[in-house]
RNA sequence: GCGAGUAUGGUGAAGGGGUUAACACGGUGGAUUGUGGUUCCAUUAUGCUAGGGUUCGAAUCCCUAUACUCGCCCCA
């Protein structure tokens, strides 16, 4: 049997309702803050994730899925999303949209050549947003307030922001230096892999899991302590915005992001469930002033952020967070012979056009077996057409629910269904307890304990 | 790239060399030929991830491959 490549899935079923329901969630808060669309290839040329990610991240050298097509171009299946959006932006020139800055917003599969495990993969889904053009903190702290309504909206609680500044590009060679200085003489006591990264990013030694606690470490020259006044200001001012916009966050100088690109402020979402291991951050993104430059356009700030829309739907159940999903039909509709079945086709579409979610028996079941099926599909009604309902044009309609049995004039079917369908309370209730008198669910923000 | 574990029907699984692969759920048919979700009966894997080996005999032991799960590195 052809399997399925290592590190990827098909989405169906359940998960699929909720991939949807996701996306569409998404879809209605970014638009709310006006951004838009920006679909890019999922290859584009090597180079560019070369130039745009960084030649010597672990992303670029040993995780990309290359290949040459026919005409012998060296191409890349994209491993993450800004390289392309930058492009886009370069390429399109946007540079010279009037009304900047250009607020931009993503969603689609990313590639990475990885050893699968919880919520990794190699082909995986990234919702990201990148925003040109100004490099107003107010910016950065729209996008960090974007993820955090996102979820907010979804009703998720145990997230934690963990922010930090990673200076402009003169204060961060400056910490590198003395970074490189003072670790020197303590090379021995480190583990195996900050000594490789003292030789390729000695600033992702602070986040080293192995010698978090030693003294060494502790003792550690901060990243705070060599910002620029610029790049302090830049940080306190991000950090006002988001106390003004109720935001709360966490000030960690030891986070380090793994992307070249980033300047100033970085940020990530994490999980703050124990033991959620490597799915814990869920969103992660930054300011990255140099990359449209670096990429060949007009230098241009940009600022943005990339959240794994696996690691939601992990976090989501983690936490019993149930999605707010249409299950079930409308109508069932068996019909009772070969005869009726085209008449019982019809019926069916012509419900299916006004508007109701109906489904038909395909499989020519016996009644019994009908009735199961209708039980299985959670319809509110089941329609039973037999050569009677055919010849005298009504359908025996049945409530579900409560088991009442009605003849209906097929013309008067569609008003029958509205009115029943309409006035019968389908919605589950919110469990809350707060006698908030909303129907549960969470693409809304009632002031309950259930959002 | 490194490390650990697992692999038996549609599903959860038992069986650790000896003839028809236990049990449960689910499915289908029937008891009840136009009214179900209870009950009862029947039926539902010529096959135990794949390939090779050992053996009179392999789901069971050995080897290889593959897949899955979970760590590490790194990342969303």
């Known amino acids: 049997m052809i399997q399925k490549p290592k590190g990827t899935y098909d989405v169906f079923g359940d998960y699929g309702k909720k991939v949807l329901y996701l996306e569409m969630l998404f879809q209605s808060l970014i638009e709310k803050y006006n951004y838009e669309f920006l679909r890019t290839p999922i290859f584009e040329a090597t180079e560019l994730f070369h130039r745009g990610v960084g030649e010597t991240t672990d992303i670029v050298s040993k995780e990309t899925y290359d290949f040459l097509d026919r005409g012998e171009r060296k191409m890349t299946l994209r491993p993450e999303g800004t390289a392309g959006i930058v492009r886009s932006f370069i390429e399109n020139k946007m540079y010279g949209n009037p009304s900047m800055p250009v607020k931009t917003w993503y969603y689609g599969p990313m590639f990475r050549y990885e050893r699968p495990q919880a919520g990794r993969y190699r082909e995986f889904y990234q919702l990201g947003v990148e925003v040109f053009g100004t490099d107003d903190p107010l910016m950065d702290a729209e996008v960090i307030s974007i993820a955090v309504n996102f979820y907010k909206l979804l ?43 003292y030789g390729k990013n000695p600033l992702r030694i602070l986040d080293c899991k192995v010698d978090h606690d030693l003294d060494i470490m502790k003792n550690a020259p901060k990243m705070s302590d060599y910002l620029s006044n610029e790049s302090i200001n830049h940080f306190e001012q991000v950090k006002d915005y988001l106390d003004a916009n109720g935001i709360s966050y966490i000030v960690d100088d030891t986070l380090v992001r793994g992307l070249d690109y980033y300047t100033n402020t970085v940020f990530e979402v994490e999980a703050d469930i124990p033991g959620f291991g490597a799915n814990s951050v869920l969103c992660a993104g930054g300011r990255y002033n140099h990359l449209v430059e670096n990429i060949g356009g007009p230098s241009t700030p940009g600022v943005g952020f990339a959240l794994g829309m696996e690691r939601l739907i992990n976090v989501l159940e983690a936490s019993n967070i149930s999605l707010n999903i249409e299950n079930g039909i409308d109508l069932y509709v068996i019909p009772m012979n070969e005869i009726v079945k085209s008449y019982a086709f019809d019926v069916t579409n012509k419900l299916r056009m006004s508007g109701f979610k109906v489904e038909l028996d395909y499989m020519n079941r016996n009644l019994k077996s009908n009735f199961k099926q209708a039980d299985r599909l959670s319809t509110k009604f089941v329609a039973i057409i037999g050569e009677d309902e055919m010849a005298n044009d009504y359908i025996t309609i049945k409530n579900n629910i409560t088991k009442e049995e009605d003849k209906i004039d097929t013309a008067y079917l569609v008003n029958y269904l509205d009115e029943k369908i309409g006035q019968e309370d389908y919605h589950e209730e919110c469990t809350c307890g707060d006698d908030c008198n909303c129907d549960g669910s969470h693409n809304h923000d009632c002031g309950c304990n259930h959002h």
């Open 155 to 197: 009703g998720l609680k145990d997230v934690k922001v963990r922010i930090n500044s990673l200076g402009d590009s003169e204060s961060r060679s400056n910490y590198r230096e003395a970074l490189l200085a003072y670790f020197k003489p303590h090379l021995d006591k480190l583990c195996s892999d900050c000594n490789e990264r």
